[in-house]
């Protein structure tokens, strides 16, 4: 295990500080924005921006990639979430706010894409399910991480912004002083809709929801609880609490759709989550321990579906179209994020700050809906023929190139061999 480890432990030490940066500056942004008074229509928009630019990142990086080398793109992606970081914290105003959040979108793309490529070239089919989990774990934390950090400070002042640059430029340390040689060039994104409608309608129409879902509650949480009137450390509890859950959810639910039609499951988390969200509206919930027992049930809930979608589509699909499949999804999935802030800001502006649990719970009512209707429509795969649930980050920080690390995905060149001798015309 350590031998496996060595090759990738600075590597992971620089994307720890990366998600830290990531985790505190997604929050940072609407909790000091509602503090000055932006609409909701204006902080839904912040994330609407960002994950918009994370989508064309996905899309379009490579080329900067193929066009400047690894270390250079890495160096200059992370050089523009730093300044980013920095300028928001100088100017604060919501036009200067919603511009830049796009292109730090866009630099996030491009340094989650070179640091997955990097793992995935250092690592081997021995030891790459062991990298996979250590990366999704190390996600996981440095989101959390840097959502935690908000307390520490006032975020009136630039005292965050600054950290924020500091963690990024950490990040930077490990891949600018490596002598490894740079790894293969990043793998081409295509998203084919039609395709993936065909393959699986329930996982389509799911994750786009999902996205919607997980995109308002993310982006708009913190606006929420701020509205609500809640302290910054509870409303940073709050949004960890809501991942966490997610993150603790999905074995036991994967292995619960691993045994049933996973249409079944899907359809039971997505009613819980609705019901949750709906119990927000009408209930209104003030005290804090009652918001972290509904909070914590909403993020096991909700988080949960990704990955159970994801599962079903690959049920449908051959091994070798995993990293097709699933990155496809990722994509659509960052569609929905795109609408989720969008739809969910002005809703929050004119119902008040719960309407934004019922956003998601009317795509949750639809996701269970579809999920029971298509289960009438097309037999599911028997147990013995399905892929073993695989845990998948639900985390909007991944990237398609992250999937070749999966051990789902198809085994990896062996030394010698391009990746295009073993997975010719695998572009996805």
Known sequence: MTRNLLPVLALLFGTLFLFLGNGLHSLLLPVRGASEGYSTTVLGLLGTSWATGFVLGC????????????????????????????????I???????????VTGFSTAGTSMIIESWLNERATNK???????????????????????????????????????????????????????????????????????????VSFVGILLVGIANGAFGTLG??????????????????SVAIFAGALMQ???????????RRYVLAALAAVAAVSGLLFVVAAPADVMWLMILVGVYGATANALYPIAVA?????????????VSGGLLLLYGIGTIIGPTLGGPIMSAFG??????????AHVLISAYAILRSRMRAAVPAGDRETFTTVSTSPLTTPESLALSPRAA??????ESAEDRYPGAAI
């Not at 700050?353 to 009317?362: E, I, K, M, S």
Request: proline share 7%.
């Open 59 to 90: 899309l379009l990086a490579p080329n900067v990639v193929r066009r400047v080398g690894h270390v250079r793109a890495f160096s200059s992606f992370i050089s523009i979430l730093a300044i980013n970081a920095l300028v928001t914290g100088i």
């Open 92 to 102: 604060v105003d919501d036009i200067w706010w919603i511009a830049l959040r796009a």
């Open 127 to 201: 030891s790459r399910g062991m990298i996979f989990s250590l990366y999704i774990g190390i996600t996981l934390i440095g989101s959390v991480g840097g959502q935690m950090t908000i307390p520490l400070a006032d975020v009136m002042t630039p005292i965050l912004f600054m950290v924020c640059g500091i963690f990024y430029c950490v990040a930077m340390l490990p891949t600018t002083l490596s002598t490894a040689a740079s790894p293969q060039p990043l793998t081409a994104v295509r998203l084919d809709l039609r395709g993936l409608f065909r393959n699986s309608p």
């Open 222 to 239: 913190a606006v929420f609880g701020a509205a609500a009137g809640f302290s910054q450390s509870t409303i940073a509890l709050m949004m």
């Open 251 to 261: 074995l036991p639910a994967g292995r619960a759709s691993d045994r049933v039609d």
């Open 312 to 324: 079903h589509a690959n049920d449908f699909a051959a091994p070798e179209d995993f990293v097709k």
């Open 353 to 362: 700050p719960y309407a934004l649990f019922g956003v998601t719970a009317v």
């Open 411 to 416: 085994p990896l060149p062996e030394e010698g």
